[in-house]
């Protein structure tokens, strides 16, 4: 009886239960939406590491992060070769250039260029022709998002990328990097545009035979190579993502706005609670008066509370999907991992229940006395 | 059946710089079966001897009992156990609460401490409810009400645990003359009827015929204490 009085207050009082509410979505959307955002960029910035289907990557010393490796000597790759543990060894060379748009503008691209027939570390997703393209000495790809960026360069057609010529073989689904727009071309295509000295490499990928125990391959691998860094591909993907999540101002421009739409959700739950239960403080009295301990009142505030912040999130997850079907696809980072809706869900939930403390104690200082004044 | 005695209950209410005696020692005695009225002008002390008899207001001296047990200064818990196995009450204004409609206002007085409602119940509060004049309107919001409705809408709250203390501060004063007689009458057949202690405050002369007892009360003191029938005589508490 005590969480259906709090559940016909809830719908009674309409006004005041919209308020909460919106303070609820507004939590759970902005939040939600925030972290989408992020882990969409997070995703970019790590985007080769975790699509290459490599078990351990070669780089040079302790690189900052995947995009900031020195160049490494093609050696590396036979001399891995050589461990029983390793099935392949294929190097990869990214550099950047200019790309020749069709009206003659330029855009900055960073090529990867990848070795044939195998292409590791390359393309894993196609929108247009396929991997087979890339066999072609000029071929590159383009991404489907960027095409509009690039100018929408037809599929075949040539174009320059730091004064080479290149064709436009394949279009990519869903290669962006955070570093800037992807190409993929062939290994040698990109030392051409790069002009790096021949043989050198950017990393070497490495897949382990099956059975193999990684950890101690990877110990094998860095005894190999002491001078150079072997990491497994999270590892890597880790280092990455801290590195720019610390040095760009995203973590803290996204912890600073996440903050913010949690401060305004509780205060607007806050206060429209406040008010909710100040209008019923002539109610909490009369359920004192007529036997209600204090708990009780306590119990009807804070289902109260649960009420609306269910009902809250909710909405705010089914708008959060909306958005996220919405940009999906889209140019807009947008990710959001399934594991964070409980936590996003709970956060929500225990902000709610604070929000309510300061209408709880309105609610416990209503007064049975008071009934008869 | 219940008696409910007083002590030399008093009351001292601070008014901001001092304390100020609103209620001297009172000693009374409340028997069930009867409908006492409680009358006096305004600021005399009805209410605060009301709230003191029902255990929303500690005296500041004195003794309570109810039925032998001392219930002078009970701790908030056990006072509100009290009022909800013991007490009835009826307000100036009905202080139904919105949102749930009358049969859940007068589940409440059940179940306001989470207990489940008594197998039973509906048809019990169905024909409480149509015995004041109110059959079919367990399901209405109480807004829909009228004033007089209303008031016989929370005496059903009060009634439907059979309490055995009713205590009602000024239940007419906010109805016209009709619906206030109703009302009345219908508490001085609970009083008589159910052997309950019912204690009726009110400054309406057109209350008095009602009563039992008469109990006056000036400036915070009895002044005079009557019996229907024998007016006039002071009652003693033994
Ligand atoms: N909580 C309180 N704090 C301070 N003074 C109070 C309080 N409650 C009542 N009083 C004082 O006690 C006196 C008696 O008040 P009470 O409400 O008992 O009078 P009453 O006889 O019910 O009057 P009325 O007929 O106007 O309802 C008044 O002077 C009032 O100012
Ligand atoms: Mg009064």
């Not at chain 1, 204090?294 to 009902?311: H, M, P, T, W, Y």
């Not at chain 2, 009867?34 to 009358?39: F, I, M, Q």
């Not at chain 2, 100036?92 to 749930?100: F, S």
Request: glycine letters at 10%; hydrophobic letters at 45%.
């Amino acid at each position: 009886m005590r969480s259906l009085t709090a559940w016909r207050m809830v719908r009674h009082d309409r006004a005041s239960t919209a308020g909460a509410l919106l303070g609820v979505v507004s939590i759970v959307f902005l939040v939600g939406q925030q972290l989408s955002v992020l882990f969409g960029l997070l995703n970019y910035m790590s985007v080769l590491v975790d699509h290459s289907g490599a078990d351990a990557w070669v780089t040079s010393a302790d690189p900052r992060n995947v995009d900031a490796a020195n160049l490494v000597p093609g050696r590396i790759v036979d001399r891995v070769r050589g461990l029983r543990e390793v099935e392949w060894a294929e190097p990869v060379l990214v550099g950047s250039g200019l790309f020749r748009t069709p009206d003659g503008s330029f855009e900055s691209v960073r090529v990867v260029g990848t070795r044939r027939p195998r292409l590791a570390g390359g393309p894993w997703s196609y929108a247009q022709a396929d991997e087979g393209a890339l066999l072609d000495l000029d071929a590159v790809t383009l991404d489907r998002l960027d095409l509009p960026k690039l100018g929408r360069p037809a599929l075949g057609s040539g174009t320059e990328i730091g004064d080479r010529r290149v064709r436009i073989g394949a279009i990519t689904d869903g290669a962006r990097g955070f570093q800037g727009t992807l190409v993929f071309a062939s290994i040698d295509k990109v030392a051409e545009i790069a002009k790096t000295p021949p043989g050198r490499y950017s990393y070497v990928l490495v897949k382990l035979r099956e059975g193999t125990d990684h950890a101690t391959a990877l110990a094998r691998l860095r005894l190999l190579l002491p001078e150079y860094s072997v990491f497994d591909g999270p590892e890597l993907a880790r280092r990455t993502r801290a590195y720019y999540f610390a040095n760009t101002g995203i973590g803290g421009s996204f912890g600073f706005s996440t903050v913010i739409a949690v401060l305004i959700g509780a205060v607007i739950i806050s206060l429209t609670m406040y008010t909710a239960v100040l209008g019923r403080a002539r109610d909490f009295a009369v359920l004192r008066a007529i036997g209600g301990r204090k708990r009780d009142v306590a119990v009807v505030v804070v289902a109260e509370a649960l009420i609306i912040a269910g009902i809250g999130i909710f909405i705010g997850f089914v708008m959060l999907a909306a958005l996220l079907n919405a940009t999906g696809g889209s140019a807009i980072p947008s990710f959001f991992p399934s594991r964070v809706a409980p936590i996003l869900g709970a956060v929500t939930l225990a902000v709610s229940l604070l929000g309510s403390l300061v209408a709880l104690r309105v609610a416990l200082r209503a007064e049975p006395a008071s009934v008869f004044h | 059946m219940a008696t409910l005695t007083l002590e030399a209950i008093a009351r001292d209410f601070s008014d901001g710089r001092q304390m100020r005696r609103v209620l001297f020692p009172t000693d009374l005695v409340f028997t069930p079966g009867e409908l006492t009225v409680l009358a006096g002008p305004s600021g005399s002390g009805k209410t605060t001897l009301l709230s003191i008899m029902g255990l929303v207001l500690r005296p500041s001296e004195g003794r309570m009992r109810l039925d032998g047990q001392d219930v002078t200064a009970l701790p908030d818990e056990a006072a509100a156990a009290l009022r909800l196995s013991r007490y009835g009450f009826v307000f100036q204004q009905p202080m139904l609460i919105e949102g749930l409609s009358v049969l859940e206002n007068v589940r409440l007085a059940f179940s306001v401490q989470g207990a489940r409602t008594p197998a039973g119940f509906r048809k019990q509060a169905e024909e409480l409810l149509a015995s004041l004049g109110l059959a079919g309107t367990g399901h209405m919001q109480p807004r829909l009400l009228s004033g007089g409705m209303k008031q016989r809408a929370s005496i059903a709250r009060a009634l439907i645990k059979e309490p055995s203390v009713l205590l009602c501060d000024e239940p007419t004063s906010a109805l016209d003359a009709e619906s206030g007689q109703t009302v009345l009458e219908i508490l001085k057949r609970i009083a008589l009827e159910g052997e309950r202690v019912v204690v009726v405050v009110s400054h309406d002369a057109r209350v008095f015929p009602y009563a039992d007892r008469l109990v006056k009360l000036e400036n915070g003191r009895v002044v005079s204490d009557t019996r229907e029938g024998s007016p006039a005589v002071q009652e003693t508490v033994a």
